[in-house]
């Protein structure tokens, strides 16, 4: 599975949209973005996951960039309960769930 | 939390004690796992599980096996608990490939 890299931590005002980034610069040609949230000790959530057209679900958006070295995932109403730590997971869809899970972006949502 | 259950939910034990922990799942996945999160180290895959009777290790399985003889249970034994063990345990599952992960509530395990 390619690498991620994420910024630490990161800061949104209550109702708006918060952006958080991921670079997965060796990112291969069949391998999904997948984004997962823990809130505080809970186990983590499945969020959104795409691998190359742009995703929207209830919870959130998935923008890819065309050459797919980086994507944003996007919460378009951030609330206080959003609050969580986000990751940014690249894997193959194949043989189960093997993934590994970095330290991730904290999102602070504030009011 | 996608018919997934984790027993104990928490647990303290002493070292050198065998400690089992349970997950029980409701959705008939194939997959199952069991991840450790410790502080600075995001989660970490023990082992897994693809099938009835079929396992395989992760990036961490020093001091520990596993074993499913059901589709809906998967065992995680730390045989000899150790202090370097104390942390918070994940149970997963997935349908197979292609499809996301869903995750239990966890089980805080102290090894004393």
């Known amino acids: 599975d390619a690498k991620t890299t994420q910024p630490p931590s990161m800061d949104c005002a209550e109702g708006r949209a918060a952006n958080l980034p991921c670079n997965h610069s060796t990112i291969s040609g069949n391998e999904y973005v997948y984004w997962y949230r823990q809130i505080h000790s809970q186990g983590p959530q499945y969020i959104i996951h795409?691998?190359?057209n742009n995703e929207t679900n209830e919870m959130a958006s998935l923008i890819i960039t065309e050459d797919r070295k980086s994507s944003t995932l996007i919460l378009p109403h951030a609330t206080l309960r959003d609050t969580a730590v986000y990751y940014c997971?690249?894997?193959?869809?194949?043989?189960?769930?093997?993934?590994?899970f970095g330290a991730g972006t904290r999102l602070f949502v504030k009011a | 939390d996608a018919g997934i259950t984790q027993s104990p939910r928490h647990k303290v034990t002493e070292t050198g004690t065998p400690v089992t922990l349970r997950c029980h799942q409701t959705e008939n996945h194939r997959y199952m796992y069991w991840y450790r999160q410790d502080p600075g180290h995001g989660l970490r895959l023990i082992h897994y599980s693809y099938g009835v009777k079929d396992t395989d290790k992760g990036e961490v399985s020093d001091g520990y096996s596993v074993s499913r003889s059901k589709t809906e249970d998967f065992l995680l034994t730390l045989e000899s608990a150790t202090s370097s063990q104390t942390s918070v345990y994940f149970c997963?599952?997935?349908?197979?490939?292609?499809?996301?992960?869903?995750f239990g509530q966890g089980t805080r395990l102290t090894v004393v």
């Open positions: 997971i690249v894997r193959l869809n194949t043989g189960g769930f093997k993934t590994i």
């Open positions: 997963a599952i997935s349908s197979g490939s292609g499809t996301e992960a869903f």
């Open positions: 795409g691998l190359k």
